[in-house]
Every structure is written in structure tokens, then in C-alpha cells.
């Protein structure tokens, strides 16, 4: 029994770093209609400015800002040249883009920094165990990075639901026409949702950095998961990347427990349910 | 999607028989090059008759050229390639015929993430379980053919077989796009709500085009098990159906004959970057944005 | 009407054909190809290799066989689906005429698959893939590592040795993590116990958590894993993290902590792990060889060094019998197999089927060395089964 609640831990710790990610691809479709196969990347360079920061200062606390200013400005910087461009262009064009990104980005990597694996350590004052049960300790890190993660939710549902500027953010993602017809800057708020998001990927890079290690491809599978959560919860909806993420974390955590060879099989069987029910998502307001 | 005029399958025809004549001037490794280049073709073809006909972009058609590929794997010793063949269109047509209920009940981005999800899913089941032989990669015994084929005559022999399927494939979907069906893909993709107020059962429509589409791509990659003798789960990542979707755009969405032009050129860039410099990554990612960027209408509609 | 690209592009491959430079004359460089991960969990491993090799090459006088050695490099990025193309164009591009690799076991079945086509000498300097040394054995393949079977069967003889029943292995999902876990079993079976669970990641996979919250359920008092490169940092740092170390005693074939430690850190400390190499063994090749690869290469050496040292002196071997002449397999093959190697993990001989025949020493990691505290299995020979050259 209690190896079972430790694994309900895992999936849940699993799938809040999948929202993290997931949230600001859902947003980024919902609000821009821009597709981003990159959004995997943007979580490795998160990773990779975490084990350069926190290798050069010594101080692993200093890489969460540093990911999340690095993502906003990266994210700005990438829609004002690049997406902003490319939003009115048919889906092939967008996806070679953004997989010629992928590719880019690599390369950057490798000239910047190199090619290699790098352990990133846990910082010292959380670098000890809480037991759990039935011999099994939990490292007080990852515990902390579940609450960063549930933290970060509670912000933006809180923004998005109580503030202006949310209220025009999803007024974007439900009904892009109309936002340009009440006035609202939809420029503006194109450039802000493009940089959360990819804050919001980089924040999650660094927060797994000391729980997964850097090395290139880390991203790759969460990109996957990333798109098969949005399109369980629906295309701009926050509230069904969280419900979605975490459903998604669960059964991949518990699959590679009761059906290893299964688990990546039984998350897309799950989307493909979803599918059959509810084309448009569970969450979405089409 | 325009098809070439009967003085356009002349030239395509031509170099054709260029190809054909390289077991009598060309190296060996030459060969082998124009091998890849062919199943790149016949694989970007397939999914042509989504994209290009239909405006269906999907990331899902690796899972099915891996399909056919593994489908060689999976017969296991000396089957006939007459076996082999018709083996894996099956094979590929099943799944496409599974999927594609479920997969285009989703529209626009939802059928593009959908896409990529179905074809991931097809790619755990030969990376994660030992129905493929596992995540490295098997090598396989190849089809037995009419009359057993020589180390030294194998790149010519393939090269033959490659040219041969190719240029099946292509003439039968030159035809295709010429017929009804053809024309209501193209209706479909100029504006599906449409053609469905007009009448036209679009879901069957598109299912069809699915179905057809992800055959041929298992005819692809029956054809690339057979050259290469090696399968792995890496034949079904959505890496390599975005490299798919790349030589039609290099080739042009807009011509039949586009993803021939695009795969080829793709290969010959390769190639040649890869005696440049180490930066393979760095090439590619280049000539997509160069492609994206330039070759609005592909190497097919360069002189319009 | 567009001109077609087709055309052009076969003219243009025609071209280049015609103009490719022909076979070998006499004095023209000797080719060798290096294909090893440069990139990626095995990166590190791939550079000490490479090092290594290079290191030996210079010492010969920057010759084998008396022909001036040229070095290709390509980076295989631990990829099995890139493996055949890679290896097609060493072999088809750049013309080599041995080649040296790989790491990773599923790319190094390409290697084995072109080597034993076109008949070419290939070492490989790491990659434990039993095949390469079993059913698919040739004249002109070799190794100076080890089979996937022997580290990890060492492991398990010691093991058994200590007392313990039941063990279960937890390792990557592929050729390398199988093979390893076939020969700790085997190992343990020799000496009463039993090998009861094995878990499995897909590779290269480094999310651990499932996998470690199963294993205090399962009833064994000993858990025997592989992984090497960056993933053996991870999965020893979390072992520890998940509290698992004083509960349930960790080991594995040496990989788990060679060329690792430093990152590794106190999770690390007092791991037993059974490997061919190990920090102490102080025969005077090794000392000599250590001061220089430190001097040459900037770091430590590690088994991965060894390796790759080893490999050039095998095919320096070899290639001196033939004067430089690559395709005379057959001197090629018998000077190599006859011969002892001076290696600095002590002087080995090469089996019927091309494998090291060497002592496995049991290691304890202290203080950021692997102490070789005693042997796990001394002499050991891969069993080389189904091997028709034997």
C-alpha cells in the first residue's frame, strides 16, 4: 500500500512539472493559434541555463529567476521576430518552423555550451529525505518542487480568472476576433502569452534540472505529453491543462509500474478516448 | 494540387532511365544514395495525397512506414518479397483503418496534435514492447526475390526495385487524382464545409484518402526494410514524418510530383553537407528556414 | 514547365563518381574511422575512448603498420537508427579501411554488420554486445572491453559469495542492460542464489521514481543494476534520495560508478561494483599509463580509456603482421589472437572468439576512487556460445 501512495506522489510530482510545460502551449495555441513544436526545447534550455547558472554562482536558487527573466526575454524576442509572422501562415509552414527551431536551438546548445550530460545538484539545504512509508524516503526537493509547481497554478488561475489583463487574455483565447473589436492590444497581449509561456517551460527546465539531469533530447518526451495534455483539456483552457496534466502524469507514472511496456501506449489510448467523446477536449469552450 | 502534363512525365520519365542506367557507371555508394532517395520519395508521396490533395497536415505517417517496415521483421526468415510486399500494404492500411476513425474526428491544430500522438503511439509499441525486437533496432533477413542476389549486385538490384515502385506509385496516383475521388480531395481541401453542404460524404472521403495514404507509406517502408536490412523504432518518430512533410514542402504542396523533386533534393543536401561539416543539425535547420522562407511554392513551382 | 531537379541531381551524382578518388595506392594514409558518441549520456565516454586511441596512435609515431595513420572521427549519437548510415558513409564516403567503435550496443551492430560484409578490421573499444563475440563473430572483429555478460557475472559471484539469496537488476531496456542482467543472474546462479525480479527504464531515459518506489516490495535483499554515463549519476544519486541505500545494499557491473564519482558525491560512497578496471592496480603500465594520459587528455583515466588504449594497440598489432595491408584478414586475425596485450589493466589474452580473457575485480568507491578491494572473477572468458569460429 504504501509503495502504491508513493507512486500516486510520483505521478502527481510528474504531472504538475507536465503542466507547468503544458500550460503555456494550451495558452499559446488558445490565444495565437500559433503552433510551437519547439516548446520541448524551450524546457532543455531552461535545464542548461539552470546547470550554467547555478555552476557559475554556485547558488542553485539563482537559476529560477534567472529561467524565468531568460524566458520572458526569449519568448518576446521569438514572437516579435518570428511568430508574430508566421501566426496567418497554413499549419506545414508552422510546423517545419518550429521544427527547423528544434534543430537551431540544438545547435546553439552545443556551440554555447556542449553536448554533454551534466548532473545538477540539489541545493544543499534541501539536499535530505522525509520518510514516507514502507521503507521509502521522498528527497524534500522534490516536495518542494510540488509546491512551486501547485504555487505557480494557483498564480494563474488567480490572474487569469481575477485580473484585466487575464480577462482579456482569455477573451483572446476564447474569441481572437473580438478582442481586436473591443480595442484591446491583441499585439501586445500575443507578445506577453508567448513570453509566459516560455517562462513557464524554462521555469519547469530548471526546477528538473537536479531531478532528471541535463542532456540533449531531455525534452523530447514532455513535448509529446505536453500536446497530448492539450489536447485532452482543450485547446486554450488552463483549468484542463492542470485537470488533464495531472490525469496524463498519473497514468504514465502508474503504467511504467503495473505495465511498463504499456505506458506510453496507455497515455495516448486515454487521449484517444477522449477523442471519441469529446473531440474538441474536455475542458474546451468550443 | 496540379499533376504534370503528359511532356512533364516525359522529363520525370527521363530521369528515370538515368537512374536506371547507374548499374553501369555509377559507384556502388552512389547507388545506395539513390536508394534513400527513392524510399524518401515514395514515403513523402504517401503523405502527399493528405497534405497535397486533401490539406490534411499529419505527423502520424512514420507509424505507418514503420509498420511496413517492421512488417518484413515480423514475417520472420525466407518469405518472398511477393509476400513480403502485399504484406505490409495490409499491415499499414489496417492500422490507418484503425486510427483514422479517431484521428480525423478532429479538425485543424486538434488533427495535427492528434496526429502526432497516434504515431508516437505506434512508436511505443515497437520502442517499449518486444514486438519489434526492442528499442535498438533489429537487422532482419531480407525477402527472397526471383533469383537469389549477390552482395556485389545488391545496390543495383535495389536501386531497380526502388526506381520500379516509385514510378508504380507515382503513375497510379497520377491517375488517382485524375478521377472523382481526386477531384472531391481537392474540393475538400479548398473548403470541407462546403463540399459537405453539396453532398459529398467528406468523413468517408477523408477516411479513404487516410487509409490509401497510410499504405503507401507502408509500401515505403517495406521497401526501405528491404534495402537496409535493418528496422528500428526510430522509423516511426514524428522527427522522421516532419522530414516527410519537409520534402513536400521542398518540393512544392501544390504539384503531385513535388515530394519526388523535395526528397531527392533533401538527400543531395545531406549529403553534401555532410562532407562540409559535422553540423548536420545545423544544415538542416537552415534549409528548412531557408524552404519555409523562400521556396514559397517548392523546386516544382520554381519557374512559374 | 519547371525543368525537372531530377535530372540535375543525377548528373550532379554522377559527377562526383567519376571524379571520387580510387583505391589505395601504396604510402597513402591509413583510414581509420572513429565512431563514438560525442554527444549525448555517453558523451564523456566516447571523448576517453577517442583520447586514448589517439594517445597510442602518437605513441607508435603517429603510424601503423608503417602507413601514416589519418583518424575520421563521426559522432553516432548513442542513435541505432542513424547507426547504418553513419557507417555506410565511413565506409562509402570517406573510404577507411578499419574501423574503431562503438558505445552504445544497438549502434554497434552496425558496425559489426559492415565489418563482417566487407571484411574489414573492426575493434570495438567499448560496446558489450555478446553477439559481436558470439553468433555474429568474425576473423576481422575484435574487442578490448568486455562482453555485456562478464562485468555484470562477476558481480553476481561476489554477491553470492556474501550470503545473499535473492538480488533483482534494474537497468536500461535495450541490448547492453539484457545482456547484463543475463550474466549477473548467471553469476549468482553459480553460487547458490537467484536472481527473482528485473525493472527496466526505456532508454535513455532518467526519471527513476516508479522504478526505485517498487523495489522495497519485492522481497530481495540485494538490488544489482546497470547504467553508465550520465544516467549511472542519476540513478545513484536518487537510489540514495529515495532513502534505499541502508535498506537495501546497491551494486552492479562497475559502469554504475566509473568516471562518475565526482558528480555522484556522497551517494556514491562505499558502492561495491565489479568491472574490469579499477583505481590501485598498480602494475608499472598502469602507473606509466595513467601520468600519461593525464598529461595528454587533462583528466583521469578510467576504464573507458583503457579501452580505447587497448584498441589501438590491437590494431597496431594486427596491421604491423601485415605490413599496413588492411585486408589481409587472416595474419590480420592471427597476430591479435595470439598475442597478450600489455594493458594497463594487466596483461590479457584474447579468446577463440575475439574477446578479452581477464580478471573482473571487485571495487569499492571511496574518497572518489574506485578501490579494487578484491576479485569478483579471476580469468574469465565470455562463453563465446554459438561462435562458428571457434
Known amino acids: 500500500m504504501g509503495g502504491f501512495l508513493v507512486q500516486i506522489l510520483n505521478g502527481l510530482q510528474y504531472g504538475l512539472l507536465l503542466f507547468l510545460i503544458s500550460s503555456g502551449l494550451t495558452l499559446i495555441f488558445g490565444v495565437m493559434g500559433v503552433i510551437n513544436l519547439a516548446h520541448g526545447s524551450l524546457y532543455m534550455i531552461g535545464a542548461y541555463l539552470t546547470y550554467v547558472v547555478a555552476g557559475a554562482t554556485g ?188 490525469l496524463v502524469g498519473l497514468i504514465d507514472t502508474l503504467g511504467k509500474v503495473y505495465v511498463p511496456q504499456l505506458a506510453g501506449i496507455a497515455v495516448c489510448g486515454l487521449m484517444a478516448l477522449v477523442l471519441l467523446w469529446r473531440p474538441t477536449g474536455l475542458f474546451s469552450r468550443a | 494540387m496540379t499533376r504534370l502534363t503528359p511532356r512533364g512525365n516525359l522529363l520525370l520519365g527521363l530521369a528515370a532511365l538515368v537512374l536506371a542506367s547507374m548499374p553501369f557507371w555509377a559507384e556502388p555508394y552512389h547507388m545506395q544514395l539513390a536508394s534513400i532517395a527513392l524510399v524518401a520519395a515514395m514515403f513523402a508521396l504517401s503523405l502527399q495525397i493528405l497534405v497535397g490533395a486533401a490539406g490534411l497536415v499529419s505527423l502520424a505517417q512514420a507509424g505507418f512506414f514503420g509498420i511496413g517496415a517492421y512488417t518484413v521483421y515480423l514475417f520472420g526468415g525466407r518469405v518472398s518479397i511477393f509476400i513480403s510486399l502485399p504484406g505490409s500494404l495490409f499491415a499499414a492500411a489496417v492500422a490507418a483503418a484503425a486510427i483514422g476513425p479517431l484521428v480525423l474526428r478532429t479538425r485543424g491544430f486538434y488533427f495535427l496534435m492528434a496526429s502526432l500522438a497516434f504515431g508516437q503511439m505506434l512508436f511505443f509499441l515497437f520502442h517499449d514492447t518486444s514486438l519489434g525486437g526492442g528499442a535498438d533496432g533489429v537487422f532482419i533477413t531480407r525477402p527472397t526475390m526471383i533469383w537469389p542476389v549477390s552482395r556485389s549486385a545488391r545496390p543495383a538490384v535495389f536501386l531497380l526495385l526502388n526506381l520500379a515502385s516509385l514510378s508504380l506509385m507515382y503513375l497510379g496516383l497520377w491517375w488517382l487524382m485524375g478521377t472523382m475521388f481526386g477531384h472531391a480531395l481537392a474540393g475538400i481541401k479548398i473548403n470541407e464545409d462546403r463540399m459537405r453542404a453539396l453532398g459529398h460524404d467528406v468523413q468517408r472521403l477523408k477516411l479513404a484518402a487516410f487509409i490509401l495514404s497510410g499504405a503507401l507509406a507502408g509500401l515505403a517502408g517495406h521497401m526501405a526494410a528491404v534495402t537496409d536490412a535493418f528496422v528500428s523504432p526510430e522509423l516511426l518518430d514524428w522527427h522522421h514524418s516532419a522530414e516527410a512533410l519537409l520534402m513536400i514542402l521542398l518540393g512544392g504542396i501544390g504539384a503531385l510530383h513535388g515530394p519526388i523533386l523535395g526528397a531527392f533534393a533533401l538527400t543531395l543536401v545531406r549529403e553534401i553537407g555532410q562532407s562540409v561539416t559535422e553540423r548536420q543539425r545545423l544544415v538542416e535547420g537552415v534549409v528548412i528556414l531557408a524552404a519555409v522562407l523562400l521556396l514559397r511554392r517548392g523546386l516544382a513551382g520554381w519557374r512559374r | 514547365m519547371p525543368i525537372s531537379r531530377r535530372s540535375i541531381v543525377g548528373g550532379a551524382i554522377a559527377a562526383s563518381g567519376l571524379l571520387a578518388a580510387p583505391a589505395i595506392a601504396q604510402g597513402a594514409p591509413l583510414k581509420i574511422g572513429l565512431m563514438l558518441p560525442f554527444s549525448g549520456t555517453f558523451a564523456a565516454l566516447g571523448e576517453s575512448i577517442a583520447s586514448a586511441f589517439e594517445m597510442h596512435v602518437k605513441e607508435l609515431g603517429g603510424k601503423m603498420g608503417g602507413r601514416v595513420v589519418e583518424l575520421i572521427r563521426v559522432d553516432d549519437e548513442s542513435d541505432p537508427a542513424k547507426a547504418p548510415a553513419n557507417v555506410n558513409g565511413l565506409i562509402g564516403r570517406s573510404k577507411v579501411e578499419a574501423l574503431v567503435g562503438t558505445v552504445h550496443s544497438g549502434v554497434v551492430m552496425a558496425l559489426v554488420q559492415a565489418a563482417r560484409e566487407a571484411e574489414m578490421p573492426l575493434i570495438i573499444p567499448n560496446a558489450g554486445n555478446v553477439a559481436a563475440t558470439r553468433d555474429l563473430c568474425a576473423p576481422s572483429i575484435f574487442r578490448s572491453s568486455f562482453s555485456n555478460w562478464q562485468p555484470a557475472y562477476g558481480m553476481g559471484k561476489a554477491l553470492a559469495a556474501k550470503g545473499v539469496k535473492k538480488a533483482a537488476w534494474v537497468t536500461w531496456d535495450y541490448a547492453a542492460g539484457k545482456e547484463s542482467g543475463d550474466g549477473f543472474g548467471d553469476g549468482l546462479r553459480s553460487g547458490g542464489a537467484e536472481l527473482t525480479k528485473v525493472l527496466t527504464v526505456p532508454f535513455p531515459e532518467t526519471n527513476f521514481q516508479p522504478l526505485l518506489a517498487q523495489l522495497p516490495g519485492l522481497g530481495v535483499e540485494a538490488v544489482g543494476s546497470f547504467f553508465a554515463g550520465g544516467g549511472a549519476i542519476q540513478f545513484v544519486k536518487d537510489y540514495a534520495a529515495a532513502g534505499l541505500r541502508d535498506k537495501l545494499p546497491l551494486c552492479g557491473s562497475g559502469f554504475l560508478t566509473e568516471g562518475v564519482l565526482k558528480p555522484q558525491g556522497a551517494a556514491a560512497e562505499g558502492l561495491q561494483t565489479a568491472l574490469h578496471y579499477g583505481d590501485g592496480i598498480d602494475n608499472p603500465k598502469n602507473l606509466a599509463f595513467r601520468a600519461a594520459f593525464k598529461t595528454h587528455a587533462n583528466r583521469d583515466a578510467d576504464v573507458y580509456a583503457v579501452q580505447g588504449y587497448d584498441a589501438a594497440q590491437m590494431l597496431g598489432i594486427g596491421l604491423a603482421a601485415t605490413k599496413g595491408d588492411a585486408t589481409a584478414i587472416k595474419d590480420f586475425a592471427a597476430a591479435i589472437r595470439n598475442a597478450k596485450i600489455d594493458s594497463p589493466r594487466g596483461a590479457f589474452t584474447i579468446s577463440a572468439s575475439h574477446n578479452p580473457v581477464q580478471t573482473i575485480w571487485l571495487r569499492e568507491a571511496k574518497n572518489g576512487e574506485n578501490r579494487v578491494i578484491g576479485t569478483a572473477a579471476a580469468a574469465l572468458a565470455d562463453p563465446g556460445t554459438g561462435c562458428k569460429m571457434t
Open chain 1, 59 to 246: 547558488e542553485f536558487w539563482l537559476a529560477l529567476p534567472a529561467a524565468v527573466i531568460g524566458g520572458l526575454v526569449l519568448g518576446a524576442v521569438l514572437e516579435r521576430i518570428l511568430f508574430q509572422r508566421f501566426r496567418h501562415r497554413d499549419h506545414l509552414d508552422q510546423v517545419l518552423l518550429t521544427f527547423a527551431l528544434i534543430l537551431l536551438f540544438e545547435e546553439a546548445r552545443a556551440a554555447l555550451i556542449d553536448n554533454q550530460f551534466h548532473a545538477v545538484q540539489v541545493p544543499p539545504v534541501l539536499d535530505f529525505s522525509v520518510p514516507v512509508m514502507g521503507g521509502f524516503a521522498y528527497s524534500a526537493y522534490r516536495l518542494v518542487v510540488l509546491a512551486i509547481c501547485l504555487a505557480v497554478a494557483a498564480c494563474m488561475v488567480a490572474f487569469v480568472e481575477r485580473t484585466r489583463l487575464g480577462a482579456s487574455i482569455r477573451a483572446a483565447a476564447e474569441n481572437p476576433e473580438m478582442v481586436d473589436l473591443l480595442g484591446i492590444d491583441a499585439r501586445l497581449i500575443h507578445t506577453l502569452v508567448f513570453a509566459a509561456g516560455t517562462a513557464l517551460a524554462m521555469l519547469a527546465g530548471a526546477l528538473a534540472a537536479p531531478l532528471q539531469s541535463v542532456y540533449p533530447g531531455m525534452g523530447d518526451g514532455f513535448l509529446i505529453l505536453s500536446f497530448i495534455v492539450v489536447v485532452i483539456g482543450g485547446l486554450g483552457s488552463i483549468a484542463g491543462a492542470f485537470w488533464a496534466a495531472l
